[in-house]
């Protein structure tokens, strides 16, 4: 009996400890050892993920994502970065982008939003 209690507690402890949050974290360095651009790195990930969605083309919500302006003003002011982390509610839709791509944007958003 003793054993099957054991069992028992022990599944319970894996079950529960294997839950996590919807929050997934980031990584805080700069993995590429320099400033975090637009045209650089951020530009590519928008062009890839984003203008499905967010062209002038019939825009999602009216945000537009296709200029570095765009981008800047949706990140500093708006909710994009927001967005990007929220894994309630991701953008893009489709699913969170990768921890690495997203901490790029929080090291763009440090780093002053390089052009």
């Given at each position: ?8 507690l022990?599944?319970?402890l ?14 805080g ?87």
């Amino acid at each position: 009996m003793s054993i099957l209690k054991n069992t028992l507690l022990f599944l319970c402890l894996l079950v529960l400890g294997s839950c996590t949050k919807a929050e997934i974290p980031l990584v805080g360095e700069n993995p590429l050892n320099r400033p975090v651009t637009y045209t650089q790195d951020i530009q590519s990930i928008i062009f890839n993920n984003c203008l499905t969605c967010h062209s002038s083309v019939n825009p999602r919500n009216g945000l537009i994502l296709e200029t570095y302006a765009q981008v800047r003003n949706s990140s500093e002011f708006g909710t994009l970065i927001a967005r990007l982390n929220d894994a309630a509610n991701p953008m893009p839709q489709s699913g969170l982008l990768t921890a690495d791509r997203r901490a790029l944007f929080d090291q763009w958003k440090s780093g002053g939003y390089l052009e």
